[in-house]
């Protein structure tokens, strides 16, 4: 019996041990998956994200996250630097949320892509390509319920300075106005079923009747005049053209007594001038030699020179 017994425990301490062993190899062994490096760039916080967490692309475990540290040129910015098992599709589209595995609440990334530009995520030379980061449900929830306090308190702002003493003597005085313009209105509004039956009285068959038969002979007036309007057009039509035949009648005759009949006139002006002149120089000669009339011109004396010249003697 204890030669069995030792047996059975030495075949058990050998099976536990070779399972140690193997353990072990595994453990000194490590992980002998590739992956490829990115880095998420995070806009919001990242509360219960730690090294070795787990990286998941719709809902699939793919990697986990390397390095978690604050960028220094951008305070604000978180930098998650992941690794992802080589052969899944990062592609341009894909962008990382922050995750929480249950009720445990270990958050985790998780990888999505909406599709929109299926093109391979390469990074700058000498880079780790770059995933955007968007916020979950809780972080837009936040963001949704920060903008409606902000709302809520431009809302305030603005009733309490409507609400203001200045204001509110306004308001007092606008309803003022609009009760004494109420009642003013009333009056007309109970006149308005008067009007209304007026109305209805007016537009009995009679007086309808009464109009269609104003209205055909309005139409039939203007059916007459119409003809009248087309006379009248074309008369106008024909003292235009008279009209047009007259001006270049003046412009013509305007034109006969500026090249032919003006020189003319002229001409016999100057001849009446000279005649003026000679009458005068005759009447002149008359009055100086009376008996010229009679005996005729006396011969004007020989000057010097002359045949007949005697100095001046008489």
Do not use: C
């Amino acid at each position: 019996m204890e030669s069995r017994s030792f047996a059975l425990l030495a075949g058990l301490f050998t099976i536990l041990l070779g399972i140690a062993l193997a353990a072990t190899f595994v453990w000194l062994r490590g992980d002998t998956r590739i992956y490829n490096s990115y880095l998420v760039v995070s806009q919001f916080p990242v509360n219960g994200l730690k090294p070795q967490a787990v990286v998941r692309f719709r809902g699939v475990e793919i990697g986990r996250v390397d390095d978690i540290s604050i960028d220094p040129r951008d305070s604000p910015t978180v930098l998650i630097r992941i690794l992802v098992e080589k052969g899944v599709p990062i592609t341009r589209g894909t962008f990382a949320r922050l995750g929480a595995q249950g009720l445990t609440g270990i958050a985790h990334i998780a990888l999505d892509d909406d599709g929109s530009n299926p093109a391979p995520l390469r990074g700058q030379p000498g880079e780790l390509a770059r995933i955007a980061a968007r916020g979950n449900a809780f972080d837009d929830l936040t963001l949704s319920s920060n903008a409606l306090l902000q709302q809520a308190a431009e809302l305030l702002d603005r009733l309490n300075k409507i609400a203001s003493d200045s204001n509110q003597s306004r308001i007092e005085t606008a309803l003022t106005n609009f009760e004494k313009a109420s009642a003013q209105l009333e009056p007309a509004l109970r006149a308005i079923p008067e009007l209304s039956e007026r109305a209805k009285n007016f537009l009995n068959e009679d007086n309808q009747r009464s109009l269609q038969r104003s209205l055909a002979n309005i139409e039939q007036a203007t059916n007459s005049i119409a003809p009248a309007i087309e006379d009248s057009r074309k008369m106008l039509a024909n003292m235009r053209q008279l009209s047009e035949g007259l001006d270049k009648l003046s412009l013509a005759i305007s034109s006969e007594i500026t090249d032919s009949t003006l020189p003319k006139v002229n001409q016999l002006i100057d001849q009446l001038g000279q005649d003026t002149q000679d009458v005068h120089r005759l009447i002149l000669q008359i009055e100086r030699e009376p008996q010229s009339l009679l005996l005729g011109r006396e011969r004007p004396r020989p000057g010097p020179g002359e045949p007949g010249f005697n100095g001046g003697q008489r």
